[in-house]
């Protein structure tokens, strides 16, 4: 289930009109921005690893970001090539309360240039110290808690695979505290499970039926039928 801030981002890249740079804020007790980016990220692809889209975070033993970090390093390179695929790249970067200064006043240019083929996400708790050179030059907005859009950081993970066929399938997700996401899961572990394969016939395979599931899922078919062609 979308919730009312990514519609209005979807809406906005349909039109053409996305802003560059973005900074969510969000309540640190009640709202997973790691969640959040995952349920937006099914909107533009069916993939979980898309060349178009980065995630960024700090090292383990960093403090914060700096110059030398490998996300920072790949933010940069990220930024060198235009979109392959999607209409543009997208960068969603963590923990933006802990870009450095020196970070911050070496990404003041690309903040302003990044154009229209890029669109930086930062992220960072509410109340935290931002710097003003981020919050000066980006859209701020603020993620709903997710209580508020039925989505919860409590509910049990399934192991998906136990699954081997769609009727258990089902049984499982009628189970679950939230059925849609949980389908969407299974769809996401699908995918993630044909890529460690390295079989083109495979991923060839997979992506037909992707098509034939949002195409049923179009259609209004049931989840059944929507589900089946996975355990062909």
């Not at 809406?11 to 900074?23: F, N, T, V």
């Not at 390093?73 to 392959?84: E, G, H, V």
């Not at 997208?90 to 890029?118: H, M, P, R, W």
């Not at 050179?133 to 192991?159: F, H, Y």
Request: net charge negative; glycine share 2%; hydrophobic share 40%.
């Amino acid at each position: 289930m979308l919730d009312l801030v990514q519609t209005a981002l979807l809406k906005k890249l349909k039109e053409e009109s996305l802003a560059s740079l973005y900074l969510f804020t969000y309540n640190a007790e009640t709202t997973d921005p790691v969640h959040w980016v995952e349920s937006f990220q099914k909107e533009l692809t069916p993939l979980a690893d898309h060349p178009d889209i980065l995630k960024l975070s700090k090292g383990p033993k960093e403090s914060e970001y700096k110059v030398d970090s490998a996300a920072i390093k790949d933010f940069l390179a990220f930024i060198s090539t235009r979109p392959l695929q999607l209409t543009k790249k997208f960068i969603f970067l963590y923990d933006a309360q802990d870009l450095s200064v020196i970070v911050s006043n070496k990404l003041l240019k690309v903040f302003e240039e990044l154009g229209s083929d890029y669109c930086l996400m930062l992220f960072a708790p509410r109340n935290t110290s931002l710097l003003e050179t981020v919050l000066s030059r980006a859209v701020k907005l603020s993620l709903p808690d997710q209580s508020e859009t039925g989505l919860t950081l409590t509910d049990e993970k399934i192991d998906f695979s136990t699954i081997s066929s769609p009727q258990e399938l089902l049984s499982v997700l009628k189970e679950s505290d939230n059925d849609l996401e949980a389908e969407k899961k299974y769809i996401e572990y699908a995918i993630d499970q044909c890529l460690k394969k390295k079989d083109y016939k495979a991923l060839s395979d997979l992506l037909q039926t992707l098509k034939d599931y949002e195409l049923r899922s179009t259609f209004n078919n049931s989840r059944l039928s929507r589900l089946t062609p996975f355990f062909s």
